[in-house]
């Protein structure tokens, strides 16, 4: 399976502010995947991150809020814009290795205050 | 659309019983499951896998079943260890490349 890692691991944030989270795998992957976690919750999908193209949102993400960068077939990032206290979340980039199942990175644990 | 749901949001055992967690789903033509692992401040990890041309399929100390006729696919813990204390997730892919829906989870407590 892939190695994936993220940056920042935790982060605490302003009110209003943005926070940009990176996602590294150590080879090359289609499809990228970024969700979050509320607090004690599931997982919820935000959106397909695919090289080359516009990401994929899922219902109730939009692009404003939630802007998504795959300059490459390593690397993506996830930007949680105008933040508020209910974006306080773990962020998880995952990928697919080609196969059918998901990878997760370690997540990004957003405080926003 | 989809829904994926677990029965016991909070599982107790005593190590070295096993245990089991189970998930319904609601979509009939879902075709793949996936069971993870999370551990506190860790992101899911990988456990198992089955297709929907299975019913049974064994890992170490794992086995996952799949019932497609009452939608529902359960994780069977051989000799619960206390690293198995985690959050457990069923996930389900229908249609779509990779693309999954995870269920609520279950919090697995075992017991020293």
């Known amino acids: 399976s892939a190695v994936i890692s993220q940056k920042p691991s935790r982060d605490i944030c302003q009110r209003g502010t943005s926070l940009t989270i990176q996602c590294q795998v150590d080879?090359?992957?289609?499809?990228m995947f970024w969700y979050r976690q509320q607090p004690g919750q599931s997982l919820t999908l935000i959106a397909t991150?695919?090289?080359?193209?516009?990401?994929?949102?899922e219902s109730g993400f939009v692009i404003d809020k939630f802007p998504i960068s795959r300059p490459n077939l390593t690397f993506s990032t996830l930007t949680v814009s105008n933040l508020s206290p209910e974006d306080s979340s773990i962020y998880l980039c995952?990928?697919?290795?080609?196969?059918?199942?998901?990878?997760f990175g370690p997540g990004t644990r957003l405080t926003v205050l | 659309g989809e829904s994926v749901g677990l029965h016991l949001p909070t599982l107790s055992v005593q190590e070295g019983d096993n245990s089991i967690i189970n998930c319904a789903y609601s979509?009939?033509?879902?075709?793949?499951f996936i069971w993870y692992k999370q551990e506190s401040g860790k992101g899911p990890q990988f456990i198992i896998d089955?297709?929907?041309?299975?019913d049974k399929r064994q890992g170490q100390r794992v086995t996952v079943l799949l019932n497609k006729t009452v939608k529902h696919l359960s994780l069977q813990i051989a000799a619960t260890q206390p690293g198995d204390s985690a959050v457990y997730f069923c996930?389900?892919?229908?249609?779509?490349?990779?693309?999954?829906?995870f269920g609520i989870g279950t919090k697995l407590q075992v017991i020293p």
């Open positions: 995952s990928v697919g290795s080609g196969g059918d199942t998901q990878y």
């Open positions: 080879s090359q992957v289609t499809m």
């Open positions: 991150a695919n090289q080359g193209s516009e990401a994929t949102y």
């Open positions: 979509n009939s033509a879902s075709d793949y």
């Open positions: 089955i297709r929907s041309n299975m």
């Open positions: 996930a389900v892919r229908t249609g779509g490349y990779q693309k999954v829906t």
